[in-house]
Each structure stands twice: as structure tokens, then as C-alpha cells.
């Protein structure tokens, strides 16, 4: 008797250290890289997602802040020039500010420009006077995607009989990484409130999409 328990004790032990076969392991692996496969995949979809979402807010910040800086600047504006390019290729827009509207009581001069080469808008100003020097240009968005077209992102509607009374600054942006999201875009029409069609600026006569007496190019170059 007690040598048959001894042997079904035996057999038991023997039985419990078997272990896995080759074919046990092979399919726990697999899975369990199926497993952290997905695992993996899911983190790398937050991620971008979040990485989008943040992309997202920084570009609407920052075109937000594009059109009120300018609808803040364009509507005292007596005078906007047409657009156009300039050596570097970057394009331009300037506008003057009469100095009963100007912050610094002095006839101001304000330039932008859409730079391709860093996917930047700037701009800076100047007094409007005679050997005058523009301030440093200030960065006001990054990350702008150029749409390719002359008028990007700047376009001046001129004063005309039968239309608008005052001249009038198109602008049309968009901002983001295209290889990540589209990121955010404005276009809009901003209306110089103090010009008129006898604004120096509003007439083209001479030469289409350039303004016969520009403003504000005497000091401020278009580099």
C-alpha cells in the first residue's frame, strides 16, 4: 500500500515538472507581441493626436493675433499701397497713419511682409519722415504655408466710384504644418476707414497692381 502511494507521489512530481513545450512558448510570444503591438500603437495615435491638437491652438493663437494687430492698424489707416514683391522674394504691403490717428502723434508708416523663405510674417514701422530708420522686423506668426498665388497673403482693393468709398487690405492666411495638420486660416477684408479715392496710394494708372504715388517707400525699403 504504501509503495503504490509513493509511486503515484512520484509520478505527480514528475508530471507537475514538465514545464511548456517549444509550441507553448512560440504562442505565448506571439501573443503577446500582438499584445504590445497594439499597445504600442494606440500610445503613438495619442500622441499625434495631441500633437495636433497643440499645433492646432498655436496656429489659431496666432492668426488671431495677425488680424487684430492689423485691424487695429489698417482702420486709421489714410493710405495702403498695392503689394509686391521684393528682391529676396518676400511680399510686401505698406500703410500710413495720419498723426491725429498715430499712437505716437507722428505721421507712422507700418510695412508687412510674408517672408517664404521662413514661413514668417513681420513687420515694422517707421516715422514717416525723411531719414527715418524702420525698427527691427517683429515676427508676429510662424509656420505659414505659402498658397503659391502673387496676392499671398496681401491684397489692396482700391476706393472706386460705385464701390467702396475707402480703400480696403485683403488678407488671407494660412498657418500650420501641412505634413502634420492644416493647421488654421483667416481671410478677410480690412477697411481703412480715414482714406479715400484720393488717397496718393489708390491710383494704378501708370503700371496695373502698383500704386503711381506710394506711400511710406521713401524711408522703408522692400528688401
Known amino acids: 500500500m504504501i509503495s503504490a502511494v509513493r509511486?503515484?507521489?512520484?509520478?505527480g512530481h514528475a508530471e507537475g515538472d514538465a514545464g511548456l513545450t517549444l509550441v507553448e512558448l512560440m504562442v505565448s510570444l506571439i501573443v503577446f507581441s500582438l499584445f504590445l503591438t497594439i499597445l504600442l500603437s494606440a500610445v503613438i495615435g495619442i500622441t499625434r493626436a495631441s500633437s495636433r491638437a497643440q499645433l492646432l491652438s498655436r496656429s489659431s493663437s496666432n492668426v488671431l493675433i495677425v488680424f487684430q494687430n492689423l485691424d487695429r492698424q489698417i482702420r486709421y489707416?489714410?493710405?495702403i499701397n498695392f503689394p509686391g514683391a521684393g528682391p529676396s522674394g518676400s511680399r510686401y504691403i505698406e500703410f500710413r497713419t495720419g498723426a491725429e490717428s498715430a499712437p505716437t502723434g507722428v505721421v507712422t508708416c507700418t510695412q508687412w511682409r510674408y517672408n517664404p523663405a521662413a514661413a514668417a510674417i513681420q513687420t515694422r514701422t517707421w516715422p514717416d519722415v525723411v531719414g527715418a530708420s524702420p525698427t527691427p522686423w517683429v515676427t508676429k506668426i510662424s509656420d505659414v504655408t505659402d498658397l503659391g498665388t502673387p496676392d499671398y497673403p496681401f491684397k489692396m482693393i482700391p476706393a472706386a466710384i460705385g464701390a467702396s468709398s475707402m480703400q480696403q487690405m485683403?488678407?488671407?492666411v494660412s498657418s500650420g504644418t501641412?505634413?502634420?495638420?492644416?493647421?488654421a486660416a483667416i481671410?478677410?477684408?480690412l477697411v481703412a476707414r480715414n482714406s479715400s479715392i484720393q488717397s496718393p496710394s489708390n491710383s494704378n494708372v501708370i503700371v496695373a497692381g502698383v500704386s503711381d504715388t506710394p506711400v511710406c517707400l521713401s524711408s522703408g525699403s522692400r528688401p
Do not use: D, E, F, W
Request: aromatic fraction near 0%; avoid cysteine.
Open 170 to 172: 485683403a488678407i488671407s
Open 7 to 11: 509511486r503515484r507521489l512520484q509520478r
Open 77 to 79: 489707416a489714410n493710405a
Open 178 to 183: 501641412p505634413l502634420v495638420t492644416p493647421g
Open 187 to 189: 481671410s478677410t477684408n
